[in-house]
T-cell receptor, first 109, second 113 residues
């Protein structure tokens, strides 16, 4: 079966750095996405990785290791507005998105 | 601004009473998706359209139907809502030619009484 694993919940402090991990087992691989979802709202696209390595976009970075079936999302200089769920999704060999259940990130002052 | 619009944002229906959720997009994307998302769970793909081609997920109940009368609009019909169908329903679009990221509408939260 296909599976995406992420921690259910994480807590971090405003101004700090947090790393959210994602491991996956899918039928093929055609890219990995990270989405942010605030409570009661729709997911919004954050990043996309298809090759190994780090993609940096402002305060957010995403890393991929295809051989390990592993990705992480790194958030720097945390702000209160970063409190949200972060969903990892992998596109499989059929170009279908397999979604993780998301990691709820709680930011404390 | 190009966007994905869903109406209504909140829908209340009674057990067994048919309900239709709507989605429209100004992105001119040829792929449209309907997801069901329950609290603290991953979005669950119900079906998607690639242009006019309808693709139903194997585990989507027959109670859920969809229509796409043109490129811009897509509807989700729930023929006989049950209590277990209470969820957020998300519409998304993508540019199928490159299968890039999906753009989501704000969602419709369905309550079944």
């Amino acid at each position: 079966g296909q599976n995406i694993d992420q921690p259910t919940e994480m807590t971090a402090t405003e101004g700090a750095i947090v790393q959210i991990n994602c491991t996956y087992q899918t039928s093929g691989f055609n890219g990995l996405f990270w989405y942010q979802q605030h409570a009661g709202e729709a997911p919004t696209f954050l990043s996309y990785n298809v090759l190994d390595g780090l993609e940096e976009k402002g305060r957010f970075s995403s890393f991929l290791s295809r051989s390990k079936g592993y990705s992480y999302l790194l958030l720097k200089e945390l702000q209160m507005k970063d409190s949200a769920s972060y969903l990892c999704a992998v596109r499989d060999s059929n170009y279908q998105l397999i979604w993780g259940a998301g990691t709820k990130l709680i930011i404390k002052p | 601004d190009a966007m994905v619009i869903q109406n209504p944002r909140y829908q209340v229906t009674q057990f067994g009473k048919p309900v239709t959720l709507s989605c429209s997009q100004t992105l001119n994307h040829n792929v449209m998706y309907w997801y069901q998302q329950k609290s603290s769970q991953a979005p669950k793909l119900l079906f998607h359209y690639y242009d006019k081609d309808f693709n139903n997920e194997a585990d989507t109940p027959d109670n859920f139907q969809s229509r796409r009368p043109n490129t811009s609009f897509c509807f989700l019909d729930i023929r006989s809502p049950g209590l277990g169908d209470a969820a957020m329903y998300l519409c998304a679009t993508s540019n199928g030619s490159s299968y890039n990221e999906q753009f989501f509408g704000p969602g419709t939260r369905l309550t079944v009484l």
